[in-house]
RNA sequence: GCCCCCAUGGUCUAGAGGUUAGGACACAGCCCUUUCAAGGCUAUAACUCGGGUUCGAGUCCCGAUGGGGGCACCA
């Protein structure tokens, strides 16, 4: 790769990752990382990676890998290289990597920025539900000579190796969300690189990967912002360049809460199944804490590649808001074109209903549709009249009254009985002349037709539309029984 | 407890010293209309507080308050 001389051109060939851990399904923060990982790559012809994250073999879940390349698909977002694509810096799983991980630990015992630790685990406090936590000390391994560790292995105990962190001074760095960061070193503790079992820990894994990966510029969650010292002591200690960084925000419920499936807030995949078109949920979430810096707000893939700018990330965290979301997926429904719509609308349509012409309804429809999980609801009546009462008739906008309804519909009936053509422009059209000749407003001519041919306050379609779908046959039946309920 | 970060309407945000503080969602009303939507228009609604700096501060500085994050052999 001829990434130096790129580099030198002041041409950064970008090179971004995703860097999940299998846990069986996509959220929206994870799926927002991804997505401004993607777009910056993409934005500037850089390359994006996927590399999975599996260094803690408890939660590993075996068919989490699976949910990860569908989430991906889903969304759009394609890697160029990754576990089943190899761009030559492999692999790409982290538990494929340990003996990678095992020779970079060494390298860094000999170098004296990490070592040996032979503390169980019970040695120390479990500080993981203690709200609050102690001042940390330095762990007393630190101090081993190099015959007491040897000691130590001839016992037989298995080790774990700590990041030597400097007893004083204090390490920072320039974020491109956040700015300059700086934390005192006894802030930072010697956290684990290389676990009992021999698996990297995410805080080295990380490191090392990014680095043998090349990539230019790491994304991740502000979660890491404070642990970033720790990690470019790492790369310092190694001699290696240290990447750009671009911490994003945190997502948080409306509530302030913090985001979380166990509370029961919906991932990508959970949003999908609620009717939410992919490329809206996409373009909404691109939008939790990046701004193109005007007022646009649609945008499919292709234009958040071209508007994406990470110098436009926001600092502070973003409420998910499913009002929100479902606007925008209305936005994307109704931009889609007919056909693709009908081809993502049917699947929705009960079978009764698509006993008729279900192209017809899906034009009729994807105006009205917010989320396609709308459309069952929304279409059942024309398969089947719901039970309604006489005075839905009534309707003053209208200026629908029982008896006028009656009058209408008596009148109505013999008329369309004798229409040749049904269709929704001959059926306006009749309609329209009758009311003008007969003195009615179109309103009070159309309001009864529609409320009897769907029993419904309101239809995604007027009187002649929903005719028109229903057939002359089955328009003049529930025309009668409309007027049935009149008569009663 | 210690450290880090953040702060414009209910929500997402624009704003990089001088604006009647702009847009969007939601909400309400009106128009359009073959019901409902969609669309158009209108309304309500914000710079957390206190000190500075400056002729002038939402914008810069300090402090307070509030919120969030981190301090695991989790990522």
Redesign the pocket.
Known sequence: MATNSLFQAGNLMFRTRF???P?GYMHIGNLRTALYAYLLAKKHQGVFILRI???????NVPAALAAIYNGLALAGISYDEGPDKDGGKGPYV?SQRLPIYKKHAEELIAKGSAYY?????D??P???D???????TRDPCRLLTEAEVQARFAQGL???V?QRIPESGSTSFV?H????????N????D??L????G?????F??VVDDHLMEITHVIR???????TPKYNLLYQAFGWQIPEYI?L????R?D???LSKRAGDPSFEDLVKLGYLPEAIVN?VA???????????FFTMQDLIAAFDMD??????????I??????N??HI?AMDPAAFHRAASPFYPPEVQALDAEKISR?IQ????KLTDIPNMVRFLSALPDYSAELFE?Q??KATLASSAEVLKRVIPLLGALENWD??S??AA??EFASAQGY???T???P???AL?G?????????????LLGKQETLRRLRIGLAKLEN
């Open positions: 860097a999940p851990s846990t994250e599996d260094t803690d073999q408890s939660r982290q630790c032979f503390c169980q685990k040695d120390k479990d500080t993981e203690q709200p609050a936590h102690p001042d940390l298995t080790p774990v700590r974020d969300v956040y700015g300059k960061i700086t934390i005192d006894a802030q930072l503790d956290q684990v290389l676990k009992s079992d698996f990297p820990t995410y805080n894994a990380n969650g502000q979660e890491y912002l404070s642990s911490h925000p945190l997502i948080l409306e302030g809460a913090k909404y939008l939790l804490g990046w701004s193109p810096g005007n007022d646009r707000e436009r990330i926001g600092k502070s965290s973003a409420a998910f808001s009002d929100k979301l479902t606007w925008l209305g936005e109704r009729l105006i009205r549709v917010e309707n906008k209208s929704n422009e059926l306006f309609l329209k407003k179109t309103g001519l159309m309001w037709i529609r409320t769907s419904l306050p309101a239809s995604p379609g007027g009187a002649t539309e929903l005719a028109d």
